[in-house]
């Protein structure tokens, strides 16, 4: 079925070129496809639009009012193509994440300000979430985690190396209660608990002569997010379980020092991952451009400091 706008680009090249040859060139058509377009336009319309001779092609009146109108819009049509292919390649529209909440102050805080500076169209929405998430069932565009374990479909880009975990705990805590020496004396420490968004309680991990032990610790506080945990290690009232990379501010003030150190434990580092479909998108490769950025950043200031610490 004809639609309303059918042989008007053919009839705008053939206004512009003043010939049905050069028009044809323009479309990339026949001369006689040029000819057929505008004669049913013109049986459409009722009006001759172009008066032909053998030596020139001009419009009639019915043609030159015609042009007068549709050549503006035509223009703007072109124009608002033309942005919109130019935005396809331009971070905007809505770039969601989800993250765990030890993730946020490292990889989360620092990115976003400078982010939304050089990104002002994109907007933001960020979930802290300790639970593994389906980013394609959730609707998240990425997130970030602890492991390289990752679904067929989804990519990983490595934010930081392998981590240490361990044990932390105020100076004051210690000089109550004293340093556990194996990691079966942490059941007679306060320890502050981690509940898993399932519900479950965490059992911290350790290494003890190459395999990993579990230890249902005990204690007075249980959380569900990193921050609590550290301040109320760092107010002394028990031990948490943490990386000693996320706590190299607390350990360099002397705020916290660890224990068992020679049973920490080892894992992958922090990876943020997304679905393969998604990595072209400008609004998620900015990003990834950003952390990539902040974490190289950090990277080097912390071993910065280290030496400056030899």
């Known amino acids: 079925m004809p639609g309303p706008f059918d042989g008007l680009p053919t009839f705008l090249s053939v206004a512009r070129q003043k010939s049905f040859r050069a028009a044809a060139r323009e479309l990339g058509v ?11 336009l013109e049986l459409k319309l009722g009006v001759p639009l172009f008066q032909r001779t053998t030596r020139r092609v001009s419009l009639t009146d019915a043609g030159e009012a015609l042009f007068a109108q549709v050549a503006p819009a035509a223009r703007a ?58 980013l394609a ?38 000089e109550q209660h004293g340093h556990p020496s194996k990691p079966r004396e942490l ?6 608990r981690y509940r898993y968004p399932s519900g479950g309680l965490y059992r911290w991990e350790l290494n003890e002569r ?13 959380v569900n997010e990193g921050r609590l945990a550290l301040g109320l290690a760092r107010a002394g009232v028990g031990l948490m379980y943490g990386a000693d990379q996320l706590l190299e ?21 922090f990876y943020l991952y997304f679905a393969a479909r998604s990595k072209e998108q400008p609004k998620l490769r900015a990003f990834i451009a950003a952390v990539l950025s902040v974490a190289q950043a950090g990277k080097v200031k912390r071993e910065a400091a280290r030496a400056a610490r030899r």
């Open 187 to 192: 059941l007679r420490h306060e320890c502050i």
């Open 30 to 40: 026949t001369p006689g496809a040029v000819s057929q377009a505008v004669r049913a």
């Open 249 to 269: 501010e607390e350990l360099r003030r002397g705020a916290l020092e660890p224990t068992l150190v020679s049973y920490q434990a080892r894992s992958p580092g």
């Open 210 to 222: 190459g395999r990993t032990v579990s230890i249902d610790v005990k204690g007075r506080f249980t």
């Open 137 to 174: 069932e959730s609707g998240f565009d990425a997130g970030i985690r602890v492991g390289d374990a990752l679904a067929p479909d989804m990519i990983g880009v490595r934010l930081t190396g392998d981590l240490n975990w361990g044990v932390f705990g105020a100076p004051a805590y210690f």
């Open 77 to 134: 049509i072109d124009d608002a193509f033309e942005d919109l292919a130019s935005r396809r390649h331009e971070p905007t529209g809505l770039l969601r994440l989800t993250v765990p909440h030890i993730a946020s102050a490292r990889f989360i805080e620092p990115v976003l300000p400078h982010f939304h500076r050089d990104y002002p169209d994109v907007h933001v929405e960020v979930s802290l979430n300790d639970a593994l998430v389906d």
